[in-house]
Structure formats: structure tokens, C-alpha cells
């Protein structure tokens, strides 16, 4: 008795030019693959087994076997192309039907447009996981199947398809609100001091509390939040422009993620246990990831976690070289809120993450944040420049991926010159060239002037001298800087992290 994990199924997609892993459970026996020509075989061991099939061209419309000798599992409509994985929370997440323009995307769609997907299910333990595997697989697209794809994963899949002539397929593997240490294991977060305060949270919110009391104050939170939401959605019907601060005062304030136990899918290493690793080691070219609002609490620490993840991942993958492609978020401030900047933080550890750890890139995406909506709706430029950073990178096609990056600064004559990377073509203004600011010993910012020399900046202001410069270091602010020739915005800087108030760190 064997079986294949759930990710293997009829419609999937296999990576071309790797060695390709199929893997899975069983008693005992000999495992013998087919797949193109292919065979592979390897012995259960521990109730797991794993074969690795020598790589192979693209090409469609296969069948795969999987035999322990006595039973044979066949997979049908198998392609060889590419395979990425779309991680993150909610922004990755939101659907192709309530995305700008999904609809008519949607009604674009037909049977043999090579984009594929693998939805993730969400699932708060591995028992429920693995029931809920039973009815999942590989979609193709589909008027109906492709609603509820990735709206980033969906124009990030079309995109590569449409420049690498091959079937691209996307599994969707995120949950909104999560945080970065949900999606990393314990070893992961107990090897650093820093990052082993989510695990020291964690002890502190259980402590004293029995598992039996753990699941039962869970599952009375449960209760509670479907009969929320039901008085949300009848408040939402009667008052559809209604704020989320009308919509506490009336429903009662939210106390989600609830509270912090073995069933709470907030947990550290809780959701990397449950559906990560459900579909580790699927052989991959890659990873998209959109996360980093729910880490904006300590913003100090994500550019540490963002990088133990990526190694944690790649670690899990058996792949040190697998690409890490990375959404900088984009300008967002709810209304009521006062600007505190932490998403500045998030952004910039973004950056530093894309520019000290190898095999990287990074999709600028300021322009496509809302105000007073932290699920923006146009997701097309975000896949469309994820995309792009994979053509570069990991498939070394000469491509325009980049905006503009500050490089350095260099003071002379009260004035501050600045110079950036990707900025040979120069910069597109917007509208009124604003964002930029500038401080002397003192920490206190005020408005700059700015000049654009060719591919430099020349910033000015009535301040003695000037030590301290940023630009758009804000969470929320219309973006004024573009490439020239790209039209991706100039990503958020400050010229040195010692510009801070003691107040503000």
C-alpha cells in the first residue's frame, strides 16, 4: 500500500532541466516511477519514499506511473516546464475574480493556455491536511477552476509563458495575515537569539495551559469568529461604504488570530509544518513571495527572518541555489492611522535582503499600493515584475527588470548628490518630483528640493550641513521617481540607518 503526495496529480507540471523528486508514503516495497522514457525506483523507508527522475525537455501531454508492483497509479495530461512556488500572505493570496480587471481575464481564458496551478490547502494541523488532500490537484486554466488562483501567481505564470514558450506551473502555497516565523521551522527561529522571541511569545501565551485546554479555548475562538464575520457581512450589506473602525464599534473590536495554541495556524513554524512542507521537495525553479505586513511589529528583525527563510527553504529544497524572488511592499496607510513608518522599515529590509543574499531579486511595487486598503487590486505589474526578475536572473534573459536603486551620497556644498544603480536611462517624473527629505546632526527631517542631473540626484535644502537623506520614507506616499525606460518606480531609501530620533527606534 502506497501513495503519492497530493501534489502529484493528473494536469501537473514537472521541471525541465533538474532532476525531478517524486515522493510519497507507504508499508513497504519497491517504488518504480515512469514517467517520459524515465524510470526510477527506490525502496520504502520509514513509511516514506523518494525517487529522482534524471531531468528532462519540455514537453506535454504525458502519463506518469507509479507502481509498488501490485497497485499502479496513473497520471495523465503531465507537463514538463516550469515549476515556482507563490508564498506569502493575503496580497499573494487574493483571487483572480476579485482582482483588477479579473473578470475579463477570466472570460480570456481557454482549455490549453499553458498556465497550471496547485492550491496549498490552508489546514491548521497535518491530520486536517491530509483529509483535505484528498480532493485537491493540478487545475488547468478554466472560466470557472481559475478564480480562486493567485492573481500574482496567474499574470506572473502567463507572462513566463508567453516569453519562455513552455507550460508554467504555479503552486500557491500562503495565508493571509501570516507572519514570516509561521512559515519557518523552530530550529529555524531557535538558532538565533533574536528570532527565538516567537517561540519565547509563544510559551508565554500557553504557559500553564493543558493541550486539551489549548484546543478547547481555540475551537470556543472559532465559535466566536464565524458569528463576527456573519454580523460583518449583514453590516457590510446594509452599510457597504462602512470603515473598519464603524465596523468595531458596531460588530465588537477583532480579536483575531485568536489564541496562540497547537490549532492556531499563526503559530511559529505553524503553517511551514502543515502546508510547506506538504509539498517540500517538489522540484522547483524557484519561489514568489509577497509577506511582510504581518512582521511590521518588528520591523527591525524581518530583514533576519527574510533571510532564514529563504535558507530554511532552500535547506528543505536540497537546493542552495533555487531563486528567491521577493515583492517589496507597496505604499499603504489605513486612514485613521498615523504614519509610522515601520513599513519603511519592512521595504528597506526588503532591499537589504535582495542586495546580501545570492540568487535573489526584487519586484519594486510602490505604485501599486491603495490608501486605506491594505489588498490592493492591481496585481498585473506585480506578476509582470516578479516575472521580470526571473527572466533576468534565473533564466539570464537581457530584459529591463530593474527601476532605479540608490547607490550612494556624497555631501558638497550643502547639497546632497546621490547616485543610484539602474538609473542609466535616467528618471521619469510624475507629477510634481516630491518625496525627498533631508536632516542635519539634529535627526529632524523637512522637505528637499531635488534635481535630477542625467542619472544623479541633486538635493538641497535650507538646512546647515546636511547629513541625513530619504526619499518617500513614508508608508504611505504618491510615488513622483520612475525609470525612464522600465516605468518601475524608484524604490524607497534613506541615505543611513543612524538617522533615527532615540524616540522613533
Known sequence: MFKTAAVFSDNMVLQRDKNVKVFGTGDKGIITVSVNGNIAKCEISDGKWCVTLPAMKACDNLEMTVTDGDETVTFRNVCIGEVWLAGGQSNMELELQNALDGKKYLSELYGDMPVRFYYTNKAKTVEIAEEMEKSSGWSLCDKEESKDWSAVGFHFAVKLAKELGV??????????????????????????????????????????????????????????????????????????????????????????????????????????????????????????????????????????????????????????????????????????EADHKRWCKIREAQIRTFKTVRNTGIAVITDCGEFDNIHPVDKKPVGERLALQALFHAYDKETEAFGPMYKDVYFEDEKAVITFDYAEQGFEVRGELSGFEMAGEDRKFKPARAEIIGDRIVVSSEIKNPLYVRYDWYNWIVPSLFGNKTGIPLAPFRTSTDDELSEEK
Not at 308 to 329: G, M, P
Open 167 to 336: 507550460t508554467v506551473g504555479v503552486i500557491g502555497c500562503n495565508w493571509g495575515g501570516s507572519s514570516a516565523s509561521a512559515w519557518v521551522s523552530k530550529e529555524t527561529l531557535s538558532r538565533d537569539e533574536e528570532l527565538n522571541s516567537y517561540l519565547v511569545e509563544y510559551d508565554e501565551k500557553t504557559a500553564g495551559k493543558s493541550y486539551e485546554e489549548l484546543v478547547a479555548e481555540y475551537r470556543q475562538y472559532e465559535k466566536w469568529e464565524a458569528d463576527y464575520w456573519n454580523r460583518i457581512n449583514k453590516l457590510y450589506a446594509e452599510k457597504p461604504d462602512a470603515t473598519w473602525k464603524e465596523v468595531e464599534e458596531i460588530c465588537g473590536v477583532n480579536l483575531w488570530p485568536g489564541p496562540m495554541g497547537p490549532l492556531n495556524p499563526m503559530r511559529p513554524a505553524g503553517i511551514y509544518e502543515t502546508m510547506l512542507k506538504r509539498v517540500c521537495p517538489y522540484t522547483l525553479r524557484g519561489f514568489i513571495y509577497y509577506q511582510g505586513e504581518s512582521d511590521d511589529y518588528k520591523p527591525h528583525m524581518y530583514n533576519k527572518l527574510l533571510t532564514a527563510l529563504i535558507d530554511n527553504w532552500r535547506k528543505d529544497w536540497e537546493d542552495d541555489e533555487l531563486f528567491f524572488d521577493i515583492v517589496q511592499l507597496p505604499m499603504f496607510r489605513f486612514k485613521n
